[in-house]
């Protein structure tokens, strides 16, 4: 029976660890990335958090040439950046790697991989968890089962179905959601930290730039074309970390993060957080997740080389930050009312 189980699992591969199929299987961001890192068949790979989630694989195939993946997961650690990286190189597909620094990845020093482990290897005698797991076989296999059924048979299923089977659409969240000044000065006015999920500063210590250290110290920057970006946080957020005293430490980290990766001639950074779009709160849904049209705005950079940063371009960067600050105030003066 448990040879029966297994065989199934490695025959159905829910998730996909064994191959990958698109629009074929429900994808889940925890069980569904490693396989799809490992095998979809890809040149790019975008790695990174809720920041990542809405990019539109189409504009890299048409603004670049490159056929694209996202390996996404809502605020992301910096350990689960380094495995999804190490998989990604290992798998051997990409020629250019993604990886969006979130403040909180650099800062917060986390350990902790949500990835199951055995599905992060290509080591098939610890996919026991997988052949026998409850999670494939209560969750997964049921309505993939019930997915195929209804294709074979001819039935139209609601639209959220067929994005939920996209590899391409993987993660996507923007339709959920409302993107307007409204509503981020709503959340901004009833929220502690005005629902920065992905941006933790409140964690940020003394500690934070041995942490920067030991996040790039986990990446291997030998192998593949690097791109390193900083999203484009809202001028909001930035108001908020110099109100708590905390924005000059936040630059600090990002200069000292450049100073680590500036001698490898295959990894280049681009700098978004100094935007003039970022003090216009109509552009985002709380202080730091903007639409997806910022997305395709950072995909047309890339293939441009507009805002691409190093050393020489940080002070440029930190001055547009403060200046943004200043534009937002006086666009949206109730926040000043709101800190009070």
């Not at 997915?147 to 993987?170: C, H, K, N």
Request: glycine letters at 6%; proline letters at 3%; a negative charge.
């Amino acid at each position: 029976m448990l040879a029966l189980l297994a065989a199934a699992v490695y025959i159905i591969d829910p998730y996909y660890n064994y191959r990958a199929y698109d629009h074929r299987y429900k994808l889940d961001k925890i069980f569904s990335v490693p396989g799809v890192v490992k095998n979809y068949d890809y040149d790019a790979i975008v790695i990174g958090s809720s920041m990542t989630q809405n990019f539109n694989t189409d504009s890299f195939r048409e603004e670049l040439g490159q056929d694209t993946v996202k390996a996404t997961l809502g605020g992301i650690t910096g350990t689960e950046i380094s495995a999804l990286f190490k998989l990604a190189q290992d798998s051997g597909h990409a020629q250019t790697y993604y990886i969006c620094i979130d403040n909180s990845v650099l800062s917060s020093g986390s350990t902790e991989q949500r990835f199951p482990e055995y599905l992060m290897d290509f080591n098939i005698f610890n996919d026991y968890k997988y052949f026998w797991g409850y999670e494939a076989w209560m969750r997964f296999i049921p309505l993939d089962l019930a997915l195929l059924t209804a294709d074979s048979l001819g039935i139209q299923l609601p639209e959220r179905f067929d994005e939920a089977r996209s590899i391409d659409l993987m993660g996507d969240w923007a339709y959920r959601y409302e993107f307007s000044a409204d509503r981020v000065l709503k959340v901004y006015r009833e929220s502690e930290n005005g629902a920065a999920i992905n941006v933790d500063m409140a964690g940020i210590s003394r500690d934070v730039l041995a942490n920067c250290e030991s996040f790039v110290e986990s990446l291997d920057l030998s192998r593949g074309d690097i791109v390193f970006f900083f999203p484009p946080y809202s001028s909001l957020l930035w108001y908020s970390n110099m109100q708590s005293g905390e924005l000059e430490l936040s630059l600090e980290l990002k200069r000292h993060f450049m100073e680590l990766v500036e001698g490898y001639d295959n990894v280049k950074v681009y700098d978004f957080q100094g935007a003039d779009f970022t003090a216009d709160l109509d552009n985002y849904m709380d202080m730091s997740h903007y639409s997806p049209e910022i997305n395709d705005f950072m995909v047309s950079c890339f293939a441009s080389g507009d805002y691409l940063a190093d050393s020489s371009t940080l002070a440029e960067t930190e001055r547009r930050i403060r200046d943004n600050i200043q534009v937002l105030l006086s666009r949206y003066p109730e926040i000043e009312e709101i800190e009070k």
